[in-house]
């Protein structure tokens, strides 16, 4: 029996000990963030067909494509299958250039696009939202501005243009009454629904893109053309076929009227300022068709204020944006048709942040990415291509299918937040800037302090350029003045954080190969190269001066012209990383300095025929390996004048070391601080495998909060009926993820009132209300002028962390005011009667009760009187019975 | 005589064939380049990506508009001097002319090798063993398969099989990539026991061994979609070809004498046909070190094919030639041989280089 206990209680133990590990590991896996990424490693490898891609991820052969799956079919595919998932992207958008030249060509032909007119009445034969449905099967939206409808400027403009985007609605007739009347003013006769010009067709010669969609949108818009009335001459053509002729040609020599353009942001743009001067004017381009372009006065000026960043308040420059926006369709030299939508297709199980604009390509998607609830794994993320040009430090690929991955391997200063575009520090802590007064700019930004002086003055002893025939540092001469001061905090960061081939941090990664830049426009040095002119010379207009005021904490004092309306920017143009090491550049310095038949620059490789240096691959490998020993023998430091202050021999030798450790182990080259490492690279294959590194800086939650957009999401709360003349209160109710959405995160809740035809009656901002409530009061003379119908409102939010404003229609009802007193009498009425008849009732049942009640004191007299008989016969007996008793008792 | 006039026959076809070599490489140069046109192409392409980029920049944004508009010259200035395109087409078409016939293949105007190099040589060297491997092996087993099958049929002439592979052979109209798409639908999406393409599992295994059965693995849905496309015809070809030998009055005579069918068919037919079948062998050679555009990207296979499709778009003139070069050289030099192996075997030539 004892020994049967013995055997039950071990078998226990030996059950909680078994399970307590995976309960653990479990507990811990949910809540501890290791060091460096949630994921052990990542294998990129290429796929180019999209179908084969979304068989792949939906068999779970590939969890991640690093590119968008922008076919709409596949795209339905992705839409239905419960494993897979999706995050939208924006960024690309389609258009119709016309040639402005007119109103006829060299060769006496018509040009209809040479009229404004006709141009703006183009607005109305587009069926936008028949492109949207029909040829991009829901994966754009229509499209009437330069601005992108995800970010911030069009969110900034909202109401302005909505009002646009209802009168420029399709509307074939109008447009067609508007363009028969102008081709008639032109000159042009219609003959049997053709249009004829001094007795011959008029041709529209249709340059149609044919490698996307842009074919059928080609196709469609020349179907609209020919019911015109038009001659349509489609002329199908590659880009590179293209763009002699409607970029380079001469626009009067009629060799095309139409084109079907295409645009491309790779960032979140934040200011688009300068659109009416790049889409509209002369400024944009400096080939003749853009110098062909004519705008009205009052757009040229305002477009050129804009260009030249000539306002002086914020307000200023949003009134200047409002009143261009309209001559934008007015002029329509261009008319805007479809914001793309690009869906970016991953497993169900992977989380990941994806950039609004870029997709994939921020470095924040490899600090994000994680199987759903738990710590590691391998990630097999796919792209369209992997490994294209040679990796350098210096002048290397800048693909973005290699730049996806290096974002992995490489830690940037700044990483552009996902979802607004602005910088956001990764590694440093703080910034504090002093701007001079003349330059608008403004923060938003909690790591960054602004103020502003009347001057700023270089001091004397900062670092101003290095003197590559002296050898010698300058520094700032006196009275050498900058816009702005901008001192950045990096931390204590020197002597502790690692590199991947365990070399540590010092101040000579960040300063010892500081005359590197400038050595390369050095024509006298071995290590020249003309492609670096035309950036340096741009660093240098803008470069005022440099100075280390601390090293524990690191803390650079940064002086510059460089401006920006924005202060974020203005910080991150100084703010630096030496993500490389200096000994890994070191190497590649030594192998083109001293001739070994590499270049860091593609130019400078062509030019001398030699191999672009390839950190991690190829003929370069070699020729690094033998630089590396000699440097390694030699103890080099280069710039030694300069560097030697930073760098000892021995620590040179050191460094070198452990890069021949790490070459010997992995087989390149390439070393940073990023949270992963490079561990092999197959170039037959086209293969990457990047691993964890866990003496990474930071933990993997450090951006958990980024795992989503915080784009808002409104209910607006409307009144039953709204009543002319009286006041009207809409509570427009914004969340996220169910929870309310805090009112300071919000920049603006704005909306509009539309009538049912789509014309907008009254707009204006909401206020704040409690927490996630935003409140648009209507008074009474505004609904005043609301006649008796079906209306909508539509909100527009825009969140401070989300770039994309939340739009919202909801209907609502105006109802007349002798209706409504005719509701509110029959309801007091109504109400009356109810409370009348509520009163019979009670007093029914009161009635009933009080009967009831009678009923009850009868019942209870009876019994009284029952009561009472007894009493008495009782009385009488207990009478008797004394008497009795004491007659008995005498007896 | 013999061999003097063997030797002027040797001289005269080798120097013949080095002239069209000549010709055709730069026929490939004019043609790649469009007769110079692509220059235009080129230089808008350039000139709008390069102004695009700097005028939307907000680093630049500062910058007067001269200066800007300076910088965005002097970039695409550089650019085009790096390309060669500041250089009129016919001096860069003598140039790539030079290199062509000096064999140095250059450096690629915008493609690199898959290390990254840009050097031509390299372009091709890096991807010819993939090449070699998958689509050279397919020629081999095709080359193969289809002479013994197709001697089986022609010695079991009006068979049912023989009907089924005349039936059948229709069927290799087909392209091999077409059959390949089947293949992937089939082994790799439907029952997913075979890869979907590419050239080794991913992550690669570390292991030799386990790389090699790896990518043995991965060449399975290639090769056989070549296979099975060229099997019936290939098949059929034979078949018919070794019939038409089979019925020359020489070999219906030493069947007569009763020579056995194994011997008649190595010695009477198999021999005489032998000079066709290596000549066809060794174009086919080359032919498969050319690889195949559409069958390499089906199956995502790294092979020369893509590139030479990858420099077409891109104009890469300097691949182009280079491929070219290769392949014309290879190709002229193998017909040399051709035609001094027959020099030697053929009595017919015999004679006329003898006269």
Not at chain 1, 282 to 309: M, R, S
Not at chain 1, 731 to 751: A, Q
Request: glycine share 6%; net charge neutral; proline share 6%.
């Amino acid at each position: 029996m004892k020994t049967r206990k013995i055997a039950v209680l071990l078998i226990m133990l030996f059950v909680v000990a078994t399970v307590l590990p995976f309960v653990s590991y479990n507990v811990a896996a949910e809540e501890e963030a290791p060091k460096g990424p949630w994921v052990d490693e990542i294998v990129f490898f290429a796929e180019q067909e999209p179908a084969k891609v979304v068989d792949m991820l939906e068999k779970g052969d590939m969890h991640l494509y690093l590119i968008d799956v922008s076919d709409p079919d596949l795209f339905q595919k992705v839409k239905a299958s419960p494993n897979l998932k999706y995050k939208y992207a924006f960024g690309l958008f389609n258009e119709l250039t016309f040639n402005p030249v007119g109103p006829t060509f060299k060769n006496g032909e018509l040009n209809p696009f040479s009229n404004p007119r006709i141009r703006e009445a183009m607005n109305y034969i587009i069926d936008r939202n028949y492109i949207v449905d029909e040829i991009f099967k829901g994966l754009a939206k229509p499209k009437w501005v330069s601005f992108i409808s995800a970010f911030p400027e069009y969110g900034r403009l909202a109401d302005v243009i909505k009002l646009l985007e209802a009168k420029y609605s399709y509307n074939f007739e109008k447009g067609k009454e508007i363009i028969y009347e102008e081709m008639s003013k032109m000159g042009a006769t219609l003959k049997e629904g053709k249009w004829y010009y001094n007795d011959k067709p008029v041709v529209i010669r249709f340059l149609i893109r044919i490698e996307d969609q842009r074919k059928q949108i080609g196709d469609y818009v020349a179907g609209q053309l020919e019911k015109l009335g038009f001659t349509v001459e489609r002329m199908y053509k590659s880009s590179r076929e293209a763009s002699p002729i409607w970029l380079f040609g001469n626009p009067a020599e009629g060799q095309w009227n139409v084109y079907t353009g295409g645009w491309i942001s790779t960032v979140i743009s934040r200011d688009d300022s300068g659109d009416y001067g790049f889409f509209y004017t002369n400024l944009g381009f400096p080939v003749p068709l853009w110098q062909a372009y004519k705008p009205d006065p009052v757009f040229y000026e305002i477009a050129l204020k804009l260009w030249n960043g000539e306002w002086k308040t914020w307000e200023e420059r949003m009134e200047l944006m409002r009143k261009g926006i309209a001559y934008e369709l007015k002029d329509s030299v261009r008319i805007w048709l479809v914001d793309q939508i690009s869906p970016f297709v991953s497993r169900k199980e992977i989380e990941v942040a994806v950039d609004l604009s870029s997709g994939f390509n921020n470095p924040i998607w490899a600090r994000t990415i994680r199987f759903a609830g738990k710590v590691g794994g391998t990630i097999k993320a796919a792209n369209r291509e992997v490994l294209v040009d040679p990796w350098n430090p210096v002048a290397g690929s800048n693909w973005v299918y290699d730049s996806v991955v290096q974002q992995t391997l490489n830690d940037p200063d700044y990483i552009s937040n996902p979802y607004t575009g602005l910088p956001m520090p990764n590694r440093f802590e703080s910034v504090s800037m002093v701007v001079e007064k003349s330059v608008y700019t403004r923060a938003s930004s909690d790591w960054l302090k602004l103020e502003f002086v009347d001057k700023v003055e270089v001091p004397t002893d900062a670092w101003y350029a290095w003197n590559y025939t002296t050898k010698k540092l300058e520094t700032a001469p006196p009275g050498t003045y900058a816009k702005a001061k901008i001192v950045v905090n990096y931390g204590d960061i020197l002597g502790k954080v690692k590199y991947h081939d365990g070399s540590v941090m010092t101040l000579a990664d960040w300063f010892a190969l500081w005359p590197f830049g400038q050595e390369r426009v050095n024509p006298d040095s071995p290590l020249y190269d003309e492609s670096a002119l035309p950036g340096y010379r741009n660093w240098r207009q803008n470069f005022r001066g440099l100075r280390i005021v601390s090293e524990h904490p690191l803390v650079v004092e940064y002086y510059t012209n460089y401006t920006n309306q924005e202060a974020e920017f203005m910080a991150v143009w100084a703010t630096g990383w030496p993500n490389i090491p200096w000994h890994v550049t070191a190497i590649g310095i030594y192998a083109e300095e001293h001739g070994m038949g590499v270049a860091f620059s593609a130019d400078k490789a062509d030019k001398i025929k030699a191999e672009w240096m390839n950190y991690i691959g190829g003929p370069s490998l070699k020729i690094l390996e033998k630089a590396l020993d000699e440097c390694l023998t030699n103890g080099y430091i280069p710039f030694k004048e300069w560097a030697s202050k930073y760098i000892t021999t021995e620590e040179a030798k050191a460094r070198y070391q452990n890069l021949k450790n790490w070459y010997q182990a992995h087989g390149h080259f390439w070393v940073g601080t990023g949270p992963f490492y490079l561990d092999t690279v197959n170039f037959q294959a086209h293969q990457v495998v990047v691993k964890a590194f866990r003496d990474y800086t930071f933990k993997a939650d450090r951006w958990a909060w980024l795992s989503e957009p915080p784009i808002p999401e409104s209910l607006v709360e409307v009144p039953d009926n709204v009543v002319p003349g009286l006041d009207a209160t809409f509570n427009v109710k914004l969340s996220f993820k169910g929870k309310p959405y805090p009112n300071d995160r919000i920049e603006f809740v704005k909306y509009l009132l539309l009538d049912s035809a789509g014309n907008v009656l009254l707009s204006g901002e909401a206020t704040p209300g409690e927490t996630g409530t935003w409140v648009v009061k209507l008074n009474s003379t505004q609904t005043a002028k609301l006649s008796p119908g079906t209306y909508k409102i539509m909100t527009i939010a825009l969140s401070k962390d989300a770039a994309m404003p939340s739009t919202k229609e909801t209907p609502f009802t105006v109802i007349p005011q002798i209706s409504y007193f005719q509701a509110l009498v029959s309801e007091t009425q109504s109400q009356i009667n109810a409370k009348v008849s509520t009163l019979e009732t009670t007093l029914a049942q009161t009635q009933s009760k009080l009967s009831s009640l009678e009923g009850s004191l009868a019942g209870l007299q009876s019994t009284l009187y029952g009561a009472l008989g007894l009493s008495l016969v009782a009385l009488l007996v207990a009478v008797y019975a004394i008497f009795a008793g004491k007659k008995k008792t005498e007896s | 005589m013999a061999i003097k006039g063997f030797v002027k026959f040797a001289v005269k076809r080798g120097i013949t064939l080095y002239l069209v070599v000549l010709l055709s490489i730069y026929i490939t140069i004019v043609v790649a380049n469009m007769g110079g046109m692509i220059d235009n192409f080129i230089k808008s392409q350039l000139l709008f990506d390069i102004t695009y980029q700097f005028k939307r920049d907000p680093e630049y944004k500062d910058l007067p508009a001269n200066e800007l508009d300076k910088l965005i010259k002097e970039t695409y200035k550089l650019e085009i001097k790096r390309r060669g395109l500041d250089k009129p087409f016919y001096i860069r078409s003598l140039v790539y002319m030079k290199d062509a016939i000096t064999l140095d293949l250059g450096r690629a105007l915008y493609l690199t090798s898959d290390t990254g190099s840009r050097s031509v040589r390299l372009i091709i060297l890096e991807r010819l063993p993939q090449t070699v491997m998958l689509f050279t092996t397919a020629m081999i087993i095709n080359f193969l398969t289809h002479i013994f099958i197709g001697l089986y049929l022609s010695r079991h002439y009006g068979g049912k099989l023989d009907k089924l592979f005349i039936a059948l052979a229709p069927t290799s109209v087909v392209p091999g990539w077409f059959y390949g798409i089947f293949l992937i639908l089939i082994f790799a999406s439907w029952l997913h026991i075979l890869p979907y393409g590419g050239l080794v599992d991913v992550p690669p295994p570390k292991d030799p061994t386990l790389y090699t059965l790896s990518v043995l693995k991965h060449m399975i849905l290639p090769l056989a979609s070549w296979v099975i496309s060229g099997f019936f015809l290939g098949c059929y070809s034979n078949r018919t070809f070794f019939l038409i030998f089979s019925t020359e009055d020489y070999v219906e005579a030493a069947r007569a004498k009763g020579v056995p069918p194994r011997q008649l068919e190595i010695r009477y037919i198999l021999r005489p046909s032998l000079p066709p079948i290596i000549t066809g062998f060794a174009l086919g050679l080359i032919g498969s070190w050319g690889g195949a555009i559409i069958t390499e990207t089906v199956f995502n296979w790294p092979g020369l094919g893509k590139v030479t499709y990858q420099a077409i778009n891109a104009f890469d003139t300097p691949v182009l030639v280079g491929v070219t070069v290769i392949y014309a050289y290879l190709l002229a030099a193998t017909v040399w041989i051709l035609d001094m192996i027959y020099g030697i075997i053929d009595p017919r030539i015999k004679v006329m280089y003898g006269r």
